[in-house]
């Protein structure tokens, strides 16, 4: 089974969790394109990666969610596109990347507020499961930071109804 970005549930609420993500190394590439073009363009250079594609010929572990984020809203144009480390490693402890559009990154342990959905992660439904994460946080009064995290756990053969996904949006306080 493939190892899934740590995190503790703080909260339940109607529909969304409250957790705790733990600290993690993301090896991620930005790119300026479409929601829908984003992650495939992306997907190659750090599969690449993690699949030997590294100065050590070292191959790294595939994790999940693999993670598109926009600072703006998922109409935006910038994406990062993130593949999370597995648990433990942090930068120094990973191979160089071979492609300069690869960079590592850690990321420190933040709350945020989760929302999980199935189906095919679609810029429509994801723009509509952020809308009502966001909706949500405001009755509940919870600050929510911009950015969004388009969150997904399987392979694109799956069949779409199959699909597990998350909306994920940082705190800015709490």
Not at 33 to 44: K, T
Not at 72 to 79: A, F, G
Not at 81 to 90: C, L, Y
Not at 137 to 147: P, R, V, W
């Amino acid at each position: 089974m493939t190892e899934r970005q740590k995190f503790q549930v703080i909260e339940k609420f109607d529909g969304c969790e409250l957790r705790t993500y733990e600290a993690c190394t993301v090896a991620e590439v930005s790119v300026q394109d479409s929601y829908s073009a984003a992650a495939s363009n992306a997907f190659r250079p750090l599969f690449s990666y993690i699949s030997k594609g590294n100065s050590q010929s070292q191959s790294i572990a595939m994790t999940s969610p693999v993670i598109a984020s926009t600072a703006t809203d998922i109409n935006s144009t910038d994406w990062q596109i993130s593949f999370v480390m597995p648990a433990g490693m942090q930068v120094t402890d990973l191979p160089l990347t071979n492609e300069s559009r690869v960079v590592l990154r850690e990321v420190p342990r933040e709350k945020c507020l989760a929302l999980s959905f199935r189906g095919r992660a679609t810029q429509g439904l994801s723009e509509e499961k952020e809308k009502r994460l966001r909706k949500l946080a405001e009755e509940l009064k919870i600050a929510l930071s911009s950015e969004t995290r388009i969150c997904r756990f399987d392979p694109p053969f799956k069949p779409g109804f199959m699909m597990y996904n998350e909306i994920v949006i940082p705190l800015t306080s709490r």
